[in-house]
């Protein structure tokens, strides 16, 4: 059974910082192309980071230079690094895997920046 279980957000001012952890169980963060989505109220969910198998990273240019994605592979877990947030940068995050055809999804924390 797959799981993916984020943890770290909350509330913070802008200008401020968090990470986000997403332990992974049943599917490996370092064989598989992993990622993090956000979804704003009445938006839809897009890609904030990948990683590529190879350990490649793409950013959305809306936080490029900002944040950061990584795993450690001992702990099957990936990060999201999030530095100057903005309030722009509130949603709800989600880390996902992919493995093959199949997409498996955390279940999102919530990230509030206030001005």
């Known amino acids: 059974q797959v799981q993916l279980v984020e943890s770290g957000g909350g509330l913070v001012q802008a200008g401020g910082s968090l990470r986000l952890s997403c332990a992974a169980s049943g599917v490996s963060v370092s064989s598989n192309p992993i990622g993090w989505y956000r979804q704003a109220p009445g938006k839809q969910r897009d890609l904030v980071a990948g990683m590529a198998r190879s350990g490649n990273t793409n950013y959305a240019s809306s936080v490029k230079g900002r944040f950061t994605i990584s795993r450690d592979n001992a702990k099957n877990t990936m990060y999201l690094q999030m530095n100057s947030l903005k309030p722009e940068d509130t949603a709800v995050y989600y880390c996902?895997?992919?493995?093959?055809?199949?997409?498996?999804w955390g279940q999102g924390t919530q990230v509030t920046v206030s001005s």
């Open positions: 996902n895997v992919v493995r093959g055809l199949t997409t498996y």
